[in-house]
């Protein structure tokens, strides 16, 4: 516990002096929109610093904001890039997406604490059931309808939740979105997807 609050009174701090001393400073910057008042800058690190992926932290009801990539490669040169390839990744994932009908909330997933989920898609709703591997943090849905989601890795931060799926399982969900195959965003992901061979693609959504 001491522990936790020495961490977060740190990063506190470190929040503080960095945007100008005081927070009056950020909160002036808000009234005029220019900024983020103190008190949700704060509540987002003590948020981050407490945030854990598990059974209970994953329930709710989530929608999507933007693609998420996790890049990982025994390449030296690769991995110096990774950065740079994140974000032309996830560039080329938001317009693949727009093209097959996935825009900011267009798509929305529940969990339920009974492992009963539910989601929605361009309009078009599925039920199912999940289990959930604390030892990996792999969520496996099982669902019959429109559209069967591939088995994904979950990442709760604050409110957010990161779904990312083996990319080869992603695009292929996405071609079935879409109801064709065949694009040329698609293929330049394929190929970029070779080069880091532990590469992952998915979602980021906020919770509802």
């Known amino acids: 516990m001491k522990k936790y609050l020495f961490v977060t009174s740190m990063l506190i701090a470190a929040v503080i002096c960095g945007c100008g001393g005081t927070t009056n400073t950020i909160q002036n910057q808000t009234s005029n929109g220019n900024g983020t008042s103190a008190t949700d800058i704060i509540g987002g690190i003590i948020g981050a ?3 854990k992926t598990n059974e209970n932290t994953i329930l709710g009801i989530w929608v999507y904001e933007e ?3 996790q890049l990982e490669s025994k390449n ?3 991995s110096v890039a990774s950065g740079v390839a994140n974000n032309q990744i996830e560039s080329k994932l938001e317009a693949y997406y727009k093209t097959v009908g996935i825009t900011k909330g267009s798509f929305t997933i529940t969990f339920n604490s009974d492992n009963t989920c539910s989601y929605t898609i361009k309009g078009k709703e599925t ?4 289990e959930f591997d604390s030892s990996t943090n792999k969520i496996s849905i099982k669902s019959s309808g429109f559209l069967s989601l591939p088995s994904a890795y979950a990442k709760v931060s604050g409110k957010s939740l990161e779904l990312t799926y083996e990319t080869t399982s992603l695009l292929n969900m996405a ?3 879409a109801g064709a195959s065949g694009n040329a965003t698609l293929s330049a992901i394929s190929t970029l997807s070779k080069t880091y061979s532990g590469m992952k693609t998915g979602f ?5």
């Open 49 to 51: 610093v407490t945030s």
């Open 67 to 69: 693609p998420a990539v």
């Open 76 to 78: 030296v040169l690769a």
């Open 127 to 130: 039920q199912g059931t999940y």
């Open 175 to 177: 071609q079935t979105v």
């Open 204 to 208: 980021n959504f906020k919770k509802k």
